[in-house]
């Protein structure tokens, strides 16, 4: 187009390069929505073991095992004995034990648990309940916490 | 003359200073004498755990807002004209259940950060959650210039917290005055005022306004109109 000893004006490269641009956008991965599983009636669904994933994850139902998400997002609320949050999780935590929000855990929802730890770094919107599963309820300010996952993880003892 | 909130777009949040330990006479006040009492406390501030430490001595519930890092949002709806979409956005940061109401709010020293018309929206957000007596601790600096940012705070116990000031390039200050902001946030009398070291006052605010009271109130509020513009005249970069 521009061969030989023509060349673009200012005006004319501007509008080639939106016009790449516009093209890249629309031909860029979008991010997916978060796996869903769900069952016709959503809730009845009940699944033992672990389970793992690279992507969003959102769940209703029942899950009885290990949930590790790696580089995701768990869009859930997760009842547990032991919760260890390390990525980003949407959703009410119910820890029979203990919940721990590690530093690079991101959080929106409520927390409700005997024993609830927040490492400073992360981010936490909602509420912890701090009378739950009756008196003795404790926090700790940070603990060292070993092992770190990219996601989150929810741990279930039975 | 750039706006309130021009500066830089970065999309990282300014980093944090050295901790700095600031003595609190109004704390002490708000909490309950005995340790078996429950406290239902809502803190504007980012989530620390020295406060969830501090807090679940008595019990009750503790509920993170983190107001600041939500306003960006609700800035954006108030450029508009529409009071109800301001007032909505706002009420979106607080999205708390009906029936819920607070014994403390700790504001620490958001109102700094927000404009005459974000004090009043915020005010406006928390009465329907808060009850007779409710107790708002919140700091406001008479410096010239402060952080970009909120400072965090941490409770260290009831007369001491230690906060983290925010890095990057300091902003004047709009060194807000107490008429001004009993003005703007109708239903709160100053139970105590407290001159600090470090240039903050420390207000311990009580809610007392029957919600009768308020509603008329802001109903007034709304018919006349605040003041935007800042009494400032350089802009903070953020």
């Given at each position: 187009m521009w061969g030989g000893e023509m060349r673009p004006t200012t005006l004319q490269y501007v509008v080639l390069r939106i016009r790449k641009w516009r093209k890249w956008r629309h031909r860029r991965p979008q991010r997916r929505p978060p796996v869903s599983l769900i069952s016709?009636?959503?809730?009845s669904v009940s699944i033992k073991g672990d389970l793992y994933g690279e992507e969003d994850l959102c769940i209703e139902g029942r899950i009885e095992g290990k949930i590790t998400v790696k580089k995701g997002r768990v869009q859930a609320d997760i009842k547990a004995t032991n919760i260890q949050v390390a990525g980003e999780v949407e959703g009410d935590l119910t820890g029979r034990e203990q919940v721990v929000l590690l530093d690079t855990g991101r959080m929106h929802g409520n927390i409700k648990a005997k024993s609830v730890t927040l490492q400073n770094g992360a981010q936490f919107k909602g509420s912890i309940d701090?009378?739950?599963?009756?008196?003795?309820q404790k926090s700790q300010a940070s603990g060292a916490v070993s092992g770190k996952a990219n996601g989150a993880s929810a741990t279930q003892r039975l | 003359m750039r706006s309130f909130f021009s500066g830089s777009n970065r999309a990282t949040s300014p980093k944090s200073h050295a901790k700095t330990i600031q003595k609190s006479l109004g704390l002490r006040s708000l909490l309950?004498?005995?340790?078996?009492a429950t406290l239902t406390v809502l803190d504007l501030g980012p989530a620390r755990s020295a406060n969830l430490e501090f807090f679940s001595r008595y019990g009750g519930q503790l509920t993170v807002a983190d107001f600041y890092s939500g306003l960006r949002s609700a800035r954006a709806a108030t450029t508009s004209e529409d009071d109800d979409r301001k007032a909505k956005a706002f009420a979106e940061l607080l999205?708390?259940?009906?029936s819920t109401r607070f014994d403390l709010i700790l504001a620490w020293d958001l109102l700094d950060y927000l404009t005459p018309q974000e004090q009043h929206l915020l005010m406006a957000s928390l009465e329907p959650f808060c009850?007779?007596?409710?107790g708002i601790l919140a700091f406001v600096s008479t410096q010239k210039k402060m952080p970009p940012a909120p400072s965090t705070y941490s409770i260290r116990d009831a007369d001491t917290l230690v906060y983290e000031k925010r890095e990057g390039r300091a902003r004047p200050c709009p060194r807000y005055l107490e008429g001004d902001l009993l003005k703007r946030m109708q239903g709160l009398t100053v139970e105590n005022r407290y001159q600090l070291r470090n240039g903050m006052l420390e207000y311990v605010f009580s809610y007392r306004m029957s919600s009768r009271a308020v509603a008329k109130a802001s109903s007034e509020a709304l018919r006349y109109r605040l003041d935007?513009?800042?009494?400032?005249?350089s802009t903070p970069s953020r």
């Open positions: 016709g009636g959503g809730r701090m009378e739950s599963a009756g008196g003795g | 309950p004498e005995s340790e078996d999205p708390f259940d009906k009850m007779a007596g409710t935007p513009a800042p009494r400032w005249s």
